[in-house]
């Protein structure tokens, strides 16, 4: 997919040209096309029909998960509801805010288990922000949708940004583009100690001067300082390795590349793109410092009728990644080793069906998991989006 329908999703923190974070496609309008023609008119003439848009989804889930022992398979039927509204106070600023189910206290998913004899559901705002638009450039503070090129394996495609944040798109050449892209994460913060941070940079390029097909290369650098884990519980702290003070044995300074190659070698109905990740910690306190993943993606799902394939493997060393917003597909945050294969079908713009098959196990153990066989998990998920 080109640069600005990446963007598109972006805003919204979905993409269709890698794998959602729960392997479903999700059909979520953004509000790009709306912001370019509202940045052509004169500020503070937008009616009020302008200025005020709504988007969301719904999601229902079947899971099937089985691994050895005979009270290893489990059954779940699972569901999600978002929703989001921006109002536009003129044609440089606009303000966002997002309603999600599940627990607000897990940044990593929305999804609520259908369980608790009945219970009703929870209901937290998982975004709020400002958004402005000066000289070219994105400007976001608050708590705001993901504005790095991404896949499951560093950032959850749930987690949102919290601190501010700015992109700007830069036009190399007639086919050719470079986004820079810069955050600052406050994590968690202490009244008496120091705070947790993340200072982080990327740069995005695009080239589409070939037929048929373009090439994608972002490189980021995340720097992590974890001065505070007051406000962390065991399931932010997931599966990196913690000393017997409770803090982190290593530091994270992660260098996180992704290259992505689109091609039309079987004409422009058979579209196939190749996508590859690799991530270095260099804080790490040992070699357990590394991982990879790569996605091989045939077709895609941009109109009623479509579908799309995918086989991808990854593997992750114990302390390779921050694991409090890493992926949250299998039970394993870090430490694995992950097939994923997926076949998504539109059937129609708004409402899209998807089957994905994830088999992992441990890569090392240092983790201190309970997991050390291969284990299975099916998912069925129907999407409604609008």
Known sequence: MTRQMDA????????????????????LPG????????????????????????????????????GPGVMEVRNRGVIRGRLQGEYA??????LGARMVTGNPDDPNTADVTLSNFNDDLQVSLDRLFVNGRWAGADFYAGKFPQIFERTDLVWDGDVNIQGIGAERQFALGPSTDLTASSVYFL????AVGPDSQMAGAQLALEHGGFKGGHAD????????????????????????RTG???????DFRLVDVIAALSLEPFGGDLPLTFKAEYVKNFGAVDDENSAFAGDIFLRSTEGPGDWRLRYGYAETETDAVFAAFSNDNIPLATDYRLHTAAFDYALSRAVSLNLTWYRFRPNSGLSNTTLDEWRDRVRLNLVFGF
């Open 8 to 27: 598109l999703q972006r805003k919204l923190d979905e993409r269709k040209q890698e794998a959602p974070a729960d392997g479903a496609v999700d059909s």
């Open 31 to 66: 509000r790009q096309e709306a912001a370019d023609a509202q940045s052509a008119m004169p500020a503070n003439t937008l009616s009020q029909q302008d200025r005020l848009s709504f988007s969301g989804d719904m999601r229902l889930r079947y899971e099937h998960n089985t």
């Open 89 to 94: 106070l003129n044609n440089q600023i606009t």
């Open 217 to 240: 290369l972002s490189v980021g650098y995340y720097d992590y300082h974890i001065g505070s884990l007051t406000g962390a519980d065991q399931g932010d702290l997931r599966s990196n």
């Open 244 to 250: 017997p003070d409770g803090k982190y044995l290593s």
């Open 187 to 190: 994590i968690d913060e202490d």
